[in-house]
């Protein structure tokens, strides 16, 4: 069984703080902020690091099980990602695989996954994007109808036999419960580093430069601290606007909603995206803790609000620029690309009363044609929200991680596919943080290369 004592017993508050005055503060405590915790316990000499968590526990928001779909995206089947980025994710993923295996299996499944093209134009586009990433990915197999049928059995039952369909498919993927994920990060980074503060129930209000300094406003007291990484998901953009840095972007805040069926699928399907749409299209993933349940989504559609369910933060969206002449000018400019429209407006279309059902039964059909009305139960309450920056200086979406780097003081934005990528985008944290600081705070790149594997991608 998994030991969660450490979660518990650090949860320090102003009257037990003995020291705010850190080397490195991290702000959040989602699948970014514990990723980059425990890089720096285990792998830096930084001697004081806190996290600040406003929530009472890791991993509650976007990182949290229920909110997200629980994928290892590594670059196989995710159609809307570049060439060069499908790359990077399986180098990114590559790390958390490691992880998974050596610390924190209980957070982790192997699953099978499969992008599956339907129709003439989506089965030469994927062979297409085969071809392209083939020797990069020699692990996936192609599979044609026959084949499909064995593994994804109801991906054919009920198909009309002359619609072509084409998938990629890779037997040992992974679903991954982040939130547990989380938790083992702030254990195993406690086990490397007693000395390090987790403020869970703390929110951060302000941060200020004050010389060498940055001052950092919680509702439980000030934190003082040479460095700051603020890892809020949505919330960081604002962070930086706050200190002057990010002027020319704005947030889009896009809502993920899921349904569930019984089980119908052995693994995960995805179906073919545009590039240049920076969300996955409609999926079917098994639950990773539940084998009885397939679950379906995420749709997309832009809310006002920066945490889902939470009507305090419209306020917080009112301040993320995108209400603004410039911002309003960029996200028209975008919309006006035809597929991104399209998307958009598929997406509205399965939020409308009782005919969303129906629009979205239409794009799970895709996957599985007998799936019935009755099946699909929207699941209320999942679904967390992807903060897409926007860059109004070039009217487009900013594609990729979103981190915004000054001076001292780094910014997660963390789109869609952000917990994927956790453990490269602490390794990149620590790299920075040690020409920052001029290598008072080494980064042990040896020590991280030899935990993880980095030249034996096949494991
Ligand atoms: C519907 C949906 C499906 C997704 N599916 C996948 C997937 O399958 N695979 C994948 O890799 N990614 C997926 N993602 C993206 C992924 O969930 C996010 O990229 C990831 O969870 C972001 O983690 P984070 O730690 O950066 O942010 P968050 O999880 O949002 O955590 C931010 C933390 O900061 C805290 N915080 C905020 N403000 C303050 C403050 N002022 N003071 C203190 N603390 C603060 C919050 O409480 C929170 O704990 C999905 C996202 C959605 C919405």
Redo the contacts with the bound molecule.
């Keep these: 069984m998994y030991d969660r004592s450490h979660l518990e017993a650090k949860r320090p508050n102003r009257e037990n703080a003995m020291n705010t005055d850190y080397d490195v503060v991290i702000?959040?405590?989602?699948?970014?902020?514990?990723a980059i915790l425990y890089a720096f316990a285990e792998f830096t000499t930084i001697p004081r690091i806190a996290l600040?968590?406003?929530?009472s526990g890791?991993?509650?928001?976007?990182?949290?099980t229920r909110?997200?779909?629980?994928?290892?995206?590594s670059g196989e089947i995710e159609a809307h990602f570049s060439p060069e980025k499908a790359l990077a994710a399986r180098d990114g993923a590559h790390l958390v695989r490691q992880y998974l295996a050596r610390y924190a299996p209980h957070a982790g499944k192997r699953v099978q996954k499969m992008m599956l093209a339907v129709g003439e134009r989506e089965c030469e586009a994927l062979e297409w994007r085969y071809r392209r990433i083939r020797a990069e990915f020699p692990h996936l197999t192609v599979l044609k109808r026959d084949e499909i049928l064995d593994v994804e059995p109801n991906v054919v039952f009920g198909r009309d036999p002359d619609e072509k369909i084409f998938a990629l498919f890779y037997r040992d993927g992974r679903a991954?419960d982040?939130h547990a994920l989380?938790e083992s990060f702030v254990h195993e980074a406690a086990k490397a580093r007693p000395g390090i503060d987790v403020w869970m129930n703390?929110?951060?209000?302000a941060v200020t430069r004050d010389g060498a300094h940055f001052r950092i406003a919680?509702d439980q007291g000030i934190f003082s601290c040479t460095v700051v990484i603020v890892?809020?998901?949505?919330?960081?953009l604002l962070?930086a606007h706050s200190i002057g840095y990010a002027k020319d972007f704005a947030l889009l805040p896009?809502?993920?909603?899921?349904y569930t069926t019984p089980a119908t699928l052995n693994g995960k399907v995805y179906t073919m995206q545009y590039l240049g749409i920076p969300f996955a299209a409609v999926h079917g993933?098994p639950v990773v803790h539940d084998p009885t349940i397939t679950r379906w989504?995420?749709t997309a559609w832009a809310i006002p609000l920066l945490e889902r369910g939470r009507a305090s933060t419209l306020f917080d969206f009112l301040r993320s620029r995108l209400i603004s002449v410039r911002g309003l000018a960029a996200l028209v400019t975008i919309l006006g690309r035809g597929e991104t429209m399209r998307f958009a407006l598929c997406n509205a279309g399965y939020h409308i009363p009782v005919m969303g059902k129906r629009l979205f039964l239409r794009a799970a059909r895709k996957i599985v044609p007998l799936l019935r009305y009755s099946d699909l139960r929207f699941a209320h309450g999942e679904?967390?929200?992807?903060p897409q920056l926007i860059d109004c200086r070039a009217r487009k979406f900013v594609e990729g991680q979103g981190t915004i780097e000054g001076d001292r003081i780094r910014f997660?934005?963390?789109?869609?596919?952000?917990?994927?990528?956790?453990l490269a985008t602490a390794f990149d944290d620590a790299q920075w943080i040690a020409q920052q600081c001029s290598g008072a705070f080494p980064f042990d790149e040896k020590k991280f290369h030899d935990a993880f594997g980095l030249n034996d991608q096949a494991a």
């Design positions: 702000i959040g405590g989602g699948i970014t902020g514990t600040i968590e406003k929530e890791v991993a509650q928001l976007n990182s949290n909110h997200n779909s629980q994928t290892l995206h991954v982040y989380s703390t929110a951060a209000c919680t890892a809020c998901g949505p919330q960081s962070f896009v809502a993920g909603g899921f993933d989504g995420p679904g967390g929200i992807r997660h934005v963390t789109p869609a596919s952000g917990a994927s990528s956790c």
